[in-house]
């Protein structure tokens, strides 16, 4: 069972900038895929963005991609989401998600196993 806790969180202007943090209780961390998700209010969960084992390939949802950057350090069982030139929109709940260790790319929640708490992100326009 790996328990993942999100921090990075916060309020922001519009054009700022936040990093998430996604921590890992379990060493096995590097045999897992990581992913971000968010759940702005009325809405469903949709993928942000995703990152295999070794760091070696990613993948971003459309509307993040060239300002939002997922990384990972498997020394420290910790994921991150660097997040640029927020946007209103990107106001949500942001959670980190661990899951298949295979080569693929997984943007679907389902194929994800562990999830966190979850971190409220929100842009002030």
């Known amino acids: 069972q790996v328990q993942l806790v999100e921090s990075g969180g916060g309020l922001v202007q519009a054009g700022g900038s936040l990093r998430l943090s996604c921590v890992a209780s379990?060493?096995?961390?590097?045999?897992?895929?990581m992913g971000w998700f968010r759940q702005a209010p009325g809405k469903e969960r949709e993928f942000v963005a995703t990152?295999?084992?070794?760091?070696?390939?990613?993948s971003y949802a459309d509307s993040v991609k060239g300002r939002f950057t997922i990384s990972r350090d498997n020394a420290k069982n910790t994921a991150f989401l660097q997040m640029n030139s927020l946007k209103p929109e990107d106001t949500a709940v942001y959670y980190c998600a661990a899951g298949p260790g295979g080569p693929g790319i997984y943007r679907v929640g389902s194929a994800y196993d562990y999830w966190g708490q979850g971190t409220q992100v929100t842009v002030s326009s």
């Open positions: 990152i295999t084992r070794t760091g070696g390939s990613t």
């Open positions: 379990e060493r096995t961390f590097y045999t897992y895929t």
